[in-house]
């Protein structure tokens, strides 16, 4: 018998137990499972099937849901919940033109991204062509530890909060090259935060690396990062950093301009 995994997890009176669950269910929804039935819903989300069902129809209602044999799915409205959010973000409208730039001038990927938790979440992304092996796209996550643009954010944080999130990161050999080894981290986003830029070979995936730099508000605080992206056997660390960190630079640089002219 599934049970409601949440019924001890209620933080205070202020927690709306339903909506939580609503929003599980929602997330249950992926590339791994994009119909499921009442019963894997259930399942997956740690729910009675009467408590599934009840949040199923409700999105249905709303028109978030649609059932066709006995399955469930999305529909194309859920995107409305995604986009409040990036409308409602200064970066995702201004960074966009700055970034075709770099993208233009490097012939490389190019990204923007912000801090959730332990992880980077896309907001803006130009592939000009594949460069890892899982595919990327604006709402993808990636470990902060171990990426250029999570540096580069991590770099940013108040002391005390960059302990906390590295202490929640799950901090693991992904390949050969991948640094483990927490006070070494540390000085690297030491590093990061006096050079104003973050660089990661092969640390991630074999063959990717990345040059991100920060993007700041009219305060000064680091509120995104922005890189480039390419192959390792196409450009050495120095080579890339050579080629892709002034036009990087220079686009922060306009970003951070535009956001204090808001």
Not at 18 to 45: D, H, K, N, W, Y
Not at 95 to 101: G, K, S, V
Request: positive net charge.
């Amino acid at each position: 018998m599934a049970i409601d995994t949440q019924e001890t997890q209620q933080p205070s009176d202020t927690y709306v137990q339903s909506f939580a669950r609503g929003l599980s269910v929602i997330r249950a929804f992926g590339p791994q499972r994009p119909q499921m039935t009442l019963s894997e819903v259930a399942a997956a989300c740690g729910l009675t099937r009467a408590g599934a069902r009840r949040i199923l129809l409700t999105l249905a209602h709303l028109g978030y849901v649609a059932m066709d044999d006995r399955k469930f799915a999305l529909t194309p409205r859920i995107l409305e919940l995604g986009y409040s959010y990036l409308s409602a973000t200064p970066l995702w409208d201004l960074a966009l033109p700055y970034m075709e730039e770099v993208a233009e001038t490097t012939r490389e990927s190019c990204s923007v991204s912000v801090l959730d938790g332990t992880d980077v979440v896309y907001i803006l992304r130009l592939s000009t062509h594949k460069v890892m092996s899982i595919n990327l796209s604006v709402g993808s996550r990636l470990p902060a530890w171990v990426t250029s643009m999570g540096r580069v954010l991590l770099a940013g944080l108040p002391p005390a909060d960059q302990d906390r999130v590295l202490a929640a990161s799950d901090i693991r050999a992904l390949t050969p090259h991948t640094v483990t080894d927490l006070a070494k981290l540390k000085r690297i986003l030491a590093q990061v935060r006096t050079d104003g830029y973050a660089c990661v070979v092969q640390e991630l995936e074999p063959g990717l690396q990345s040059v991100a730099v920060p993007v700041v508000d009219r305060a000064g605080r680091v509120i995104g990062a922005m890189n480039v992206s390419g192959h390792a056997n196409r450009f050495s660390r120095d080579a890339m950093l050579d080629a892709f960190l002034p036009p990087l630079r220079r686009a922060a640089e306009q970003i951070d301009q535009a956001l204090r002219r808001r």
